[in-house]
């Protein structure tokens, strides 16, 4: 008798069992969730930038867990609810209006029917209406965008193969999707990129790396990148030049600086532009180039816009918002327009299709046999059940009607916020459509769409208008940021249940966590301000007026029809030549950067550069440590500004100087 090696014979240990839904996972994903809310309500209200922060909660969570405590037991299955629960609280600062809506409302004039303000009771009622029907409403879109037509949703996708990648998951524990439908619509993306470098060793026989020491450097990297960026917040308080340099007065040019071309060194703002990606802030730079290099300081020398350069009433300003705003919505109804034309073709091939081959299933990838379950990796047990969604969304529709109405009643009729409710269920389908297709949710495209319904709902009514589009943009963004989380949890056969459970538990304790970090701001620093400019904000309230009979600015309309053509080309140019998408000007990028000052555009650029030069010289190093870097400035400042804004509360901590300040652009 032949002994068989008892290494090779010895049977591999059962693989443990992943708990779907777990107290820990949620707990520590609203904990990274709340940092991340206090993050985004600083970068929210400075320049309208809020993030998902997917990729970076699944990293951090994986990192509390399989470094920090040295847990096992931690699988890929809790890091998909933990990071659902996260993104849930993190991204109230924009579903809740706080960075756009609330301070419109509080910039309402006389003319407009006065300034309505917020208390934090009223903030806390209003943000709670609008936090959860999207997030019911994300459920039945689930069936039709992920199981049937099997939309890319390229960020939840990169979650899932972060998410992957980190615990070493094998292929046939994770779900398949068609081949290469994400290599269609984006580049190689980090993690992509990341798990073909890590995994090629498997090919030619060579040892997989070893993740989690791997991991352990990250983290060190995490640690002295927070720390370089939380220094300079603290720097920058005491000393406020550092937040705007004024190079080109120093040059004695002080016209340039006036048109907000300074220097802002700052770290975060490094980070972003590194995860932002070159194609958006070189766009961008062009952008604030063309708009405060050219039109801005054009408008104001003959006249048009005769007053101070921030005035959004008769200055630089508000004279260059109005060909923000006619690009950014041209863009956004180009795109929902190509989505369409895209999909009704889809559907007139699968007609032709189902005829020539006789309803032959294989002829339509998004449609299966009746005797094929659309979802046969989860079981019942793990379906989110109908009637949870179905009364939820009754109930979460109510009480967004019923809240909104209360708090604004003296303004608006109790029948408007239920037609805002239908109107933000219509809108979020469209969203959800073009995030699937494209990874960009046009939040901002759906909430102009609803403030021109609402026009015609109540005229002359701008705090009506404004509400509605607050609703609107609620919904479109939870159920966005619903579906990529979803799409991550199929890619990796999580529960769609617990996922649900995560998303409402975390966009509960999302209201009081965006609430108190809107408050601490708002009672530290003038908004708008220097500090906080809340250029989304003039935005909202300009459109409100102008679908309300407003008047533009002298001589701005020729400008606006002539860069919102041209805005409107550029989805349909992208969509022809697919290949070249990333060598074409995001038009998007293009008009967010008319409106937001060249000085945070600059910094960006500069991260996309460091970026690219990094990725193209060392991309082994550039896989690794990337986004850790990139997070890690975004979170300094963005955690560190907790601490500033409560020395800067009255009775606190004073700036050492405010030596070197160009008047009207430091917070001292």
Same mark, same amino acid.
């Not at 609280?89 to 509080?106: E, S």
């Not at 109804?333 to 032709?352: C, D, E």
């Not at 002539?562 to 293009?590: C, D, T």
């Not at 606190?652 to 100087?657: F, K, N």
């Given at each position: ?171 046939? !524990? ?70 705007? @340099? ?103 091939? @699968? ?12 002829? !339509? ?304």
């Amino acid at each position: 008798m032949l002994y068989s090696d008892p290494v090779e014979s010895a049977p591999e240990p059962p693989a443990p069992v992943q708990r779907h839904l777990t107290w820990r996972a949620i707990l520590v994903g609203v904990l990274v969730g709340c940092l991340m809310c206090f993050s985004n309500m600083y970068f929210g209200l400075q320049t309208g930038w809020v993030t998902m922060g997917s990729l970076q909660t699944s990293l951090l969570g994986f990192a509390v867990f399989k470094v920090i405590l040295r847990d096992q037991t931690f699988g890929p299955i809790e890091n998909v609810l933990l990071q659902t629960a996260a993104v849930a609280t993190a991204t109230m600062p924009l579903a809740g209006g706080f960075v756009g809506i609330i301070p419109a409302l509080k910039m309402m004039t006389d003319a407009d029917g006065g300034s309505i303000v917020l208390t934090w009771w009223e903030l806390i009622v209003f943000a709670g209406g609008l936090a959860f029907f999207g997030v019911f409403f994300a459920v039945p879109l689930r069936e039709q965008t992920i199981l049937r037509e099997k939309l890319k949703f390229p960020s939840g996708y990169a979650t899932a193969e972060m998410i992957k990648i980190l615990h070493n998951v094998k292929k046939e !524990d994770t779900q398949v999707d068609d081949d290469g439908e994400i290599t269609d619509f984006m580049e190689e993306s980090d993690v992509t990129r990341m798990e073909r470098i890590m995994r090629s060793g498997e090919e030619v026989g060579l040892v997989r790396p070893n993740v989690e020491k791997d991991l352990g450097r990250q983290l060190w990297v995490l640690i002295i990148t927070f720390s370089i960026s939380g220094v300079y917040m603290i720097l920058s308080f005491f000393l406020p030049v550092l937040k705007n @340099i004024p190079v080109f007065t120093y040059m004695g040019l002080p016209y340039a600086t006036e048109f907000y071309w300074m220097l802002t060194p700052s770290f975060s703002y490094v980070g972003q532009g590194m995860i932002m990606g070159t194609n958006t802030c070189l766009s961008m730079l062009i952008g604030a180039v063309i708009g405060w290099g050219v039109l801005a300081p054009t408008a104001q020398y003959v006249g048009w816009a005769p007053g101070k350069t921030s005035s959004f009433s008769d200055g630089a300003q508000g004279w260059l918002l109005w060909i923000s705003l006619a690009v950014m919505m041209a863009e956004s109804v180009s795109s929902l327009f190509v989505l369409i034309f895209k999909w009704i073709g889809h559907r007139i091939v @699968i007609y032709r299709s189902k005829k020539d081959a006789y309803l032959d299933d294989e002829a !339509d990838p998004g449609t299966l046999s009746s005797s094929e379950p659309l979802d046969p990796h989860s079981t019942p047990e793990q379906q989110v059940p109908t009637w949870w969604w179905a009364t939820g969304l009754v109930f979460a529709s109510a009480l967004a009607v019923v809240c909104t109405w209360g708090i604004f009643r003296d303004r608006i009729p109790f029948y408007q916020p239920i037609i805002g409710v239908f109107l933000s269920l219509l809108v979020s389908v469209l969203a959800v459509r073009a995030l699937g297709e494209t990874d960009v949710n046009p939040v901002s495209g759906v909430g102009k769409l609803s403030q021109v319904v609402f026009a015609l709902v109540a005229p002359n009514n701008i705090a009506s208008n404004l509400v509605a589009g607050a609703i609107a943009e609620a919904g479109a963004q939870q159920a966005g940021d619903m579906m990529q989380d979803l799409k991550t949890g199929h890619l990796l056969k999580a529960s769609p249940r617990a996922q649900f459970v995560g998303q409402v538990i975390g966009s509960f304790f999302s209201v009081f966590v965006a609430v108190g970090a809107f408050e601490l701001y708002s009672n530290s620093y003038e908004i708008p301000g220097p500090e906080f400019q809340v250029p989304t904000a003039p935005v909202w309230l300009n459109m409100a007026r102008f679908v309300n009979n407003g008047e533009l600015p002298p001589n701005v309309v020729w400008f606006c029809i002539a860069f919102a053509i041209l805005a409107a080309a550029l989805p349909i140019v992208q969509e022809v030549f697919k290949n070249r998408k990333n060598y074409i000007i995001s038009g998007m990028a293009f008009g967010i950067a008319l409106y937001v000052t060249p000085n945070w555009t600059i910094p960006r650029f500069i991260g996309a550069m460091i970026q690219w030069f990094w990725k193209a010289k060392y991309p082994v190093s550039h896989d690794k440590y990337m986004l850790v870097t990139a997070s890690g400035f975004v979170l300094g400042e963005g955690i560190l500004s907790i601490v500033t804004a409560l020395m800067k509360n009255p009775g606190g901590l004073q700036p050492w100087s405010c030596g070197g300040c160009a008047p009207g652009f430091c917070s001292c």
